[in-house]
């Protein structure tokens, strides 16, 4: 049998040659054969996935122009139908800016050139001094001027405001006395204080085209504080207007009093006066 393989194997490796041959080519063509259908598998899948998107794009493009619709239970089908939404809820939005102005209208403004607030009904309007006319007619007045706000705070007053203060804190008391018709407070606070040698310190301020009281007795605004100063009240009412302004009538009881805390320690609130 050896004998016979050795004679013959030319012809065995011929046939091993061509089995293998038939093999390689058999699994080479099947696959050859077999690649086409992935490739076609891709193709498939690209496309799905390149149309996929077309088709996805609807309903997303529908969720943005829900979403930007006024939320309600039915969603207009139409652009028309969503145009009265979109104007009520802006003219919604718009009216608490417009209602704003509205209040600003109803806030106290002056009710003149000199920045005069409005005068309580009742009380006497203001005058100006360039059209007062002072006659020979006489009437009486009560007139007095007391510091008695400065003695609670007396210890924490510099010497120098406690040298000028009386014990008592008055440096006037009442006293009847007659005027010109037509004078103003000022005008009578002005000749008391030179009839009587009280020392007496004013500024004109034409803003309010009226004196300006700075200090009676050697006593001056802020010496007791910031909220310090003079305050004039005439039959119990502080005027919300100068002492030049005010036109004195015949019984008028006039006080000037010395506030340390903005006329609030001598009842000369304004906002407490009108209620406010």
Known sequence: MKAFFIKYKWIWIGVLAVAAGLTIAFV?????????????????TTAATTTAPAAT?????????????????????????????????AASRQQPVTVKPQATTTAPK??????????????????????????????????????VSALAQKDSLPDSVKEVLPDDGVILAPLSLSFNEGESVFDILARVCREQHIHMEYTNTPIYNSAYIEGIGNLYEFDCGAGSGWMYRVNGWFPNYGSSR???????????????????????????????
């Open 57 to 89: 794009k609807a309903p997303a493009a529908s969720a943005a122009a829900s979403a930007a619709q006024p939320s309600s239970a039915a969603q207009p089908t139409s652009q028309a139908a969503t145009q009265p939404t979109t104007r009520a809820a």
């Open 110 to 147: 002056p009710t003149d050139a000199y920045r005069t607030e409005s005068v309580p009904e009742g009380k006497p309007q203001p005058q100006e001094p360039q059209e007062q006319t002072i006659t020979p007619e006489k009437h009486t007045c009560t007139f007095s001027v007391s510091c």
């Open 246 to 276: 005010y036109a004195v009538k015949d019984g008028d009881v006039i006080e000037w009093l010395y506030t340390c805390n903005l006329g609030r320690d001598i009842g000369g609130d304004y906002g407490a006066q009108t209620g406010e």
């Open 28 to 44: 080479t063509g099947g696959s050859l054969n077999s690649a086409p259908a992935p490739q076609t598998a891709t193709i498939a």
